[in-house]
C-alpha cells in the first residue's frame, strides 16, 4: 500500500527528476509531476504540471492536496545575481509557503555540496558544519537550507536538505571516487527521507557507499539513508587516465572541487 496519497515532484522532466519519477512511484497513490519543461503523457498515477515555479499563485497552488514534496526544479550551473532574484529565490519560497497554506507536512530540497565548498577536503565536514558557499549556485542553496529551517522552527514543516555531491551515471574523475552518488541511490536517499518516522530539519550529504570520504553523515543516521553502490569499483580505471592533481589547486583543496575555482559569473559575459 503507498505511503502517500500523493507527492508533488518539481523538476521532473530533468536528469534526477525523471529517475525519481519512477523510483517514486510505489510510494505515492499519485505523483503531481511539475517542470518547466514538457513532461510527456501521464501515467496512470501521475497528473503533469507545465509552469514556472516563480510564479506565486501558480507555485503554491501546486502542492495543494499534497503530503510531501520533492523539490528538485533548479538550474545545476552558476547564475548570476540577477537570474537568483528572478527565478530561483522566488522558486524556493513559493515551495516552502505553498508547504505552509497547504498543509504539506514535509519538503524534501535538492541542495548542494555547493553549500559548504570552501571547506577543506581532509577537515571532512559533517552536517552541522557552517555554510562556505563556493559559488552564486552555492549560495541559492544556502539560502533554500535557512528558509527551510526558518519554515520548520516557526511553522512546523519538516524538512531534509539534501546535499548532493556528484550524481552521474557513473564517476568521471579522481574528485568523484569520494563525491559519487549514483541514480538509484539517489532515489534511496531520497526514498530514506520520506520515510523516516520524524526529521524536523535534517541535513544529509548524498554520496554512494565509496571508500574515500570528504564529507560525514554522523548525525543524519536517523534518515536510514542505506545507499548500495560504490565508486569503488570504477578506481583503477580512472587513476589510470587522470593525472594526480596539484594538491594546492583550489579545486582539490575544497570539496566544492571545480565550482570553487570559478570566478565571478558576471566576468563572464
Keep these: 500500500m503507498p505511503e502517500f496519497r500523493r507527492i508533488l515532484l518539481t523538476g521532473a522532466a530533468g536528469s534526477l527528476g525523471s529517475h525519481l519519477r519512477r523510483g517514486l512511484a510505489p510510494l505515492a497513490d499519485t505523483l503531481r509531476l511539475l517542470d518547466m519543461n514538457p513532461l510527456g503523457a501521464a501515467a496512470a498515477n501521475e497528473e503533469t504540471l507545465q509552469l514556472d515555479l516563480s510564479d506565486r499563485e501558480a507555485a503554491i497552488a501546486a502542492s495543494r492536496d499534497c503530503d510531501a514534496i520533492v523539490h528538485f526544479a533548479?538550474?545545476?550551473?552558476?547564475?548570476?545575481?540577477?537570474?537568483?532574484?528572478?527565478?530561483?529565490?522566488?522558486?524556493?519560497y513559493h515551495i516552502f509557503e505553498g508547504a505552509r497554506l497547504n498543509?504539506?507536512?514535509?519538503?524534501?530540497?535538492?541542495?548542494?555540496?555547493?553549500?559548504?565548498?570552501?571547506?577543506?577536503?581532509?577537515?571532512?565536514?559533517?552536517?552541522?558544519?557552517?555554510?562556505?558557499?563556493?559559488?552564486?549556485?552555492?549560495?541559492?542553496?544556502?539560502?533554500?537550507?535557512?528558509?527551510?529551517?526558518?519554515?520548520?522552527?516557526?511553522?512546523?514543516?519538516?524538512?531534509?536538505?539534501?546535499?548532493?555531491?556528484?550524481?552521474?551515471?557513473?564517476?568521471?574523475?579522481?574528485?568523484?571516487l569520494w563525491s559519487w552518488l549514483s541514480f538509484a541511490d539517489c532515489v534511496r536517499l531520497v526514498e530514506s527521507a520520506l520515510l523516516a518516522p520524524r526529521v524536523g530539519f535534517s541535513v544529509i550529504y548524498g554520496t554512494s557507499a565509496n571508500a574515500a570520504a570528504a564529507v560525514s553523515n554522523a548525525h543524519a543516521g536517523h534518515l536510514g539513508f542505506v545507499p548500495q553502490d560504490s565508486a569503488d569499483g570504477h578506481a583503477a580505471a580512472i587513476l589510470a587516465r587522470t593525472p594526480r592533481p596539484d594538491p594546492e589547486a583550489v579545486g582539490t583543496?575544497?570539496?566544492?572541487?571545480?565550482?570553487?575555482a570559478t570566478g565571478h559569473p558576471d566576468d563572464a559575459a
Design 74 to 92: 533548479g538550474h545545476p550551473r552558476e547564475q548570476t545575481f540577477e537570474e537568483i532574484l528572478a527565478d530561483t529565490l522566488p522558486a524556493s
Design 103 to 176: 498543509g504539506v507536512k514535509r519538503v524534501i530540497y535538492a541542495s548542494s555540496i555547493h553549500a559548504v565548498g570552501f571547506h577543506p577536503v581532509e577537515a571532512v565536514p559533517d552536517t552541522r558544519a557552517q555554510h562556505r558557499p563556493d559559488t552564486f549556485y552555492g549560495l541559492t542553496k544556502t539560502f533554500t537550507e535557512d528558509l527551510a529551517s526558518l519554515y520548520w522552527d516557526k511553522y512546523g514543516v519538516e524538512s531534509v536538505m539534501l546535499r548532493i555531491c556528484s550524481c552521474f551515471p557513473e564517476p568521471a574523475d579522481r574528485r568523484m
Design 253 to 260: 583543496r575544497v570539496v566544492g572541487g571545480g565550482f570553487a
